[in-house]
């Protein structure tokens, strides 16, 4: 059983920056290729990005494409989401998935485990 926790979430001015982390306990961290998601109120869950589990393999939605980089350190069992440039319409919840796998997920994919997510508010 894998526990995610995010944190590094805040306030932060339009164009400024923030770094979110999701922590992993209790499973083998470097076999599992994770994911950020986001959901604002009143929209549906949105992919943002996605990692391979040794992190050789990236990829972003294209809203974030060139201004978020989403990393890894396994022996930390730490995923990082760096967000530069942020802009009011990036405010929502972030969550952290993880699954099993040695490829980046594809869209549809099942997850085994989630965080219970973290806030990111981002004022214009």
């Known amino acids: 059983q894998v526990q995610l926790v995010e944190s590094g979430g805040g306030l932060v001015q339009a164009g400024g920056s923030l770094r979110i982390s999701c922590e992993a306990s209790g499973g083998t961290f470097s076999s599992y290729a994770i994911t950020w998601f986001r959901q604002a109120p009143g929209k549906e869950r949105q992919f943002v990005a996605t990692?391979?589990?040794?992190?050789?393999?990236?990829y972003y939605a294209d809203s974030v494409k060139g201004r978020f980089t989403i990393s890894r350190d396994n022996p930390k069992n730490t995923v990082y989401l760096k967000m530069n440039s942020l802009k009011p319409e990036d405010t929502a919840v972030y969550y952290c998935?993880?699954?099993?796998?040695?490829?980046?997920?594809?869209?549809?994919?099942?997850?085994?485990?989630w965080g219970q997510g973290t806030q990111v508010t981002v004022s214009s």
């Open positions: 990692i391979s589990w040794i992190g050789s393999s990236a």
């Open positions: 998935a993880a699954v099993r796998s040695a490829v980046v997920p594809a869209p549809g994919d099942e997850y085994d485990f």
